[in-house]
């Protein structure tokens, strides 16, 4: 199993520029989110999703959209990236939902934006 | 501000030395996860806690949730260099909330 899986690994854009970052999971999980991991932050949730066609908004939603039109893939988009957006991005995904469930991360995604 | 706050950010100690990291909230939480993230990774669950006042041990790391569910710590007994990394508590209310994290380096 490849657990969940992020890419790419590094991104270096231009402030403006758009791009997405890909996040697929092959555990039938139900539950995907996005956070953000800033230095002395901790991870802050961008946005979620309990399960195909719906999502929601986590605590930092501006700025980027996500679809989950599928319940293998999660992608992020950054509509016009902004040098307040350099972060390392974790994928995570669960069964049915944080609680009860282990919530798996991927392995990160690193953007800086210049 | 922060809902969970985390202390210490930063701790460094020798190997064989016992460590406590906190992790308290003014909210009461349904149930309270802590993660290890070494660099490069994302981070691992190592434990969930559910009930007030449990206390779960996991070889050499014992957690605790305060009785009021709002607090929790993780105490580390006789710490190795394996043990460096980032600790992160998380609570659920409805989402996962976490903590700034601690980041622990014990050196040899």
């Known amino acids: 199993n490849a657990g969940v899986t992020q890419t790419p690994k590094f991104q270096v854009l231009k402030t403006g520029q758009s791009m997405t970052l890909q996040c697929a999971q092959d555990m039938n999980h139900e539950y995907m989110s996005w956070y953000r991991q800033d230095p002395g932050m901790g991870l802050r949730l961008i946005h979620y999703s309990v399960g195909a066609g719906i999502t929601d908004q986590g605590e930092v939603p501006n700025g980027y959209n996500v679809s989950r039109s599928t319940t293998e893939d999660f992608p992020l988009r950054l509509l016009s990236a902004a040098p307040s957006q350099t972060s390392v991005y974790f994928c995570a995904s669960s069964l049915t939902g944080v609680g009860a469930n282990v919530l798996t991360f991927g392995a990160g995604s690193r953007l800086t934006v210049l | 501000t922060q809902l969970l706050e985390q202390s210490p950010q930063f701790l460094s100690i020798q190997e064989g030395e016992n460590l406590t990291v906190y992790c308290n909230s003014s909210s009461v939480f349904s149930s309270l996860q802590w993660y290890r993230q070494e660099p490069g990774e994302g981070p691992v669950l190592l434990v969930t806690?559910?009930?007030?006042?449990e206390v779960k041990k996991l070889k050499r790391l014992t957690f605790q949730f305060g009785d009021a569910r709002k607090d929790s710590s993780l105490h580390i007994t006789a710490a190795q260099p394996g043990d460096t990394g980032l600790y992160l508590c998380a609570g659920v209310k409805g989402k996962l909330i976490f903590g700034q994290g601690t980041e622990l380096s014990v050196k040899p």
């Open positions: 806690v559910v009930t007030g006042g």
